[in-house]
C-alpha cells in the first residue's frame, strides 16, 4: 500500500511564539472575568444609591460615618501602584525577565498591603454588616472588591515564584502582562467604590 507524503497546509514556523493583548486568548479571558466583576460591583453600587433614597438619613440615625484615614490610605496606595504596574506591563512584552520579576515583586508587596489594609477597611464602616441596610450594603460592596484582591494577589505572587526558575516557556510574558492588565482595572473600578462608600456618607443631603 503506497503512502502520499504529508503535505503542510499551514505554515505557522513564522508566528511568534508570544503574544499581547487582543491577540492573546487570555487576555480575552481576563477581559471577560472584568466584565463579570464589573458587573457585580455595579449592582453593589446601585443596590447602594437605592438604599440611600430611602432614608432620610445617610448613614441611619445612630449608625456613626464611616472613618477615612485607612481607606484614604489604601486609596492612594493604589492609585500608586498604577506606575509598578505599568513597568511590570512594559518590562513584559519587552520580554525583559528581570525587569519583570523586579515589578511583581514591587507588585507583590503593594497587593499584600492592600489586603491587610482593607481588614481594617471593614472595620473602619463602624457598623456590623447586620446592624441595618447601609452596612449590609456597604460590608458587601468592599467584599465584593475584596475578592478581586484576593485573585490578584494569588496570580502576582504565584507568578513571581514561577519567574524566580531558570528556565520558562516564552507564553509566560503574556501572563505578566495580563497581571498589569487585570490591576489597572482593580485599582480604577475601587476609586468610585471609595468614593460612594466612605466619602457620601459625609455628603449632608
Same mark, same amino acid.
Given at each position: 500500500m503506497d503512502l502520499k507524503p504529508l503535505?503542510?497546509?499551514?505554515?505557522?514556523?513564522?508566528?511568534?511564539?508570544?503574544?499581547?493583548?487582543?491577540?492573546?486568548?487570555?487576555?480575552?479571558?481576563?477581559?471577560?472575568?472584568?466584565?463579570?466583576e464589573g458587573t457585580t460591583l455595579a449592582v453593589c453600587i446601585a443596590a447602594y444609591v437605592y438604599l440611600r433614597q430611602n432614608f432620610d438619613s445617610w448613614p441611619p440615625l445612630r449608625t456613626p460615618r464611616p472613618?477615612?484615614?485607612?481607606?484614604?490610605?489604601?486609596?492612594?496606595?493604589?492609585?500608586?501602584?498604577? #506606575?509598578?504596574?505599568?513597568?511590570t506591563d512594559r518590562a513584559a512584552k519587552s520580554l525583559h525577565k528581570r525587569g519583570s520579576l523586579i515589578g511583581l515583586v514591587v507588585l507583590s508587596l503593594f497587593i499584600v498591603t492592600f489586603v491587610v489594609l482593607r481588614w481594617f477597611e471593614f472595620g473602619a464602616l463602624n457598623t456590623r454588616w447586620d446592624t441595618n441596610a447601609y452596612g449590609s450594603i456597604a460590608w458587601i460592596t468592599l467584599g465584593a472588591h475584596a475578592t478581586l484582591l484576593a485573585?490578584?494577589?494569588?496570580? #502576582?505572587?504565584?507568578?513571581?515564584?514561577?519567574?524566580?526558575?531558570?528556565?520558562?516557556?516564552?507564553?509566560?510574558?503574556?501572563?505578566?502582562?495580563?497581571?498589569?492588565?487585570?490591576?489597572?482595572?482593580?485599582?480604577?473600578v475601587w476609586l468610585p467604590i471609595y468614593a460612594i462608600v466612605f466619602l457620601l456618607p459625609w455628603v449632608r443631603r
Open positions: 503535505r503542510p497546509e499551514l505554515d505557522v514556523s513564522r508566528l511568534p511564539t508570544e503574544s499581547f493583548g487582543h491577540q492573546d486568548l487570555m487576555w480575552w479571558g481576563t477581559l471577560g472575568f472584568m466584565v463579570v472613618d477615612l484615614l485607612v481607606p484614604t490610605i489604601n486609596a492612594a496606595l493604589m492609585l500608586l501602584s498604577l #506606575v509598578p504596574a505599568w513597568f485573585v490578584e494577589a494569588g496570580e #502576582v505572587i504565584g507568578l513571581t515564584a514561577a519567574l524566580l526558575r531558570p528556565k520558562l516557556p516564552a507564553r509566560v510574558a503574556g501572563d505578566v502582562a495580563d497581571v498589569a492588565f487585570y490591576w489597572y482595572f482593580i485599582v480604577l
